[in-house]
């Protein structure tokens, strides 16, 4: 008798052992620190350049034990700073991309982007495809993504014309000379999760 439950004891270790050695690791949902992340925005025009910051609302990276899997942010468009005037410029800037020109922000106070492919290319480095969404149009972007512990970056080239931000773009209006604001801009997001 006592040797039969040994029997069953060792069996039923070695199933457990065997079940949970081929068990693959669970995905983890890791959100970011927003007030230790930051977001930085740089646009260009013929005359220079602006930069400034724009506020994570909230977000998160999705791994598979160290993998990149997924991840998810909303970005608050009310957050909208710039860094590089002071008074009474600054200010007219702030409220102009604020206005229906630029992002709209009464009526689309937020921008999300959704990862919906992420391909390891590196033994820390991603290439990620994603949704974003500003002012309510969705286009597919793609970017490179490093992790590196707790941290994570990125650097995206963003077309603002496919948002139906068009204010100054040489596209659609003629005549801009040193009015011309590139269609591209750029954003920098150094994020801590």
């Known amino acids: 008798m006592m040797k039969n439950t040994f029997k069953n004891l060792g069996l039923a270790t070695l199933i457990a052992l ?5 068990t693959p690791l669970q995905a983890a949902k890791k959100d970011i620190k927003t007030t230790t992340s930051s977001v930085v925005w740089k646009g260009y025009k013929v005359t220079g350049a ?26 608050d468009m009310s957050s909208i700073n710039n860094t590089d005037m002071e008074g009474e410029y600054k ?37 990620v495809t994603a ?18 512990g707790n941290k994570a970056n ?13 204010y100054g773009s040489t596209s659609f209006f003629d005549g801009l000379k040193d009015k011309a604001i590139y269609d591209e801009f750029d954003l920098i997001a150094d994020l801590e999760f």
């Not at 910051?53 to 993998?67: C, N, Q, R, V, Y």
């Not at 206005?99 to 820390?124: E, Q, W």
């Open 18 to 22: 065997f079940t949970f050695s081929f």
């Open 91 to 127: 200010g007219k800037l702030e409220g102009h991309l604020k206005s229906d020109d630029f992002f709209g922000v009464a009526t689309h106070p937020t921008a999300t982007l959704n990862f919906k492919k992420v391909k390891m290319t590196g033994k820390n480095s991603y290439k």
């Open 131 to 148: 949704d974003l969404t500003i002012k309510g149009i969705t286009n597919s972007i793609q970017f490179e993504l490093s992790v590196y």
């Open 154 to 166: 990125a650097s995206l080239k963003i077309d603002r014309t496919k948002f139906d931000v068009r």
């Open 50 to 75: 602006h930069q400034g910051t724009i506020a994570l609302k909230s977000g998160s990276l999705e791994f598979d034990g160290e993998k990149l899997t997924g991840g998810s942010f909303i970005m």
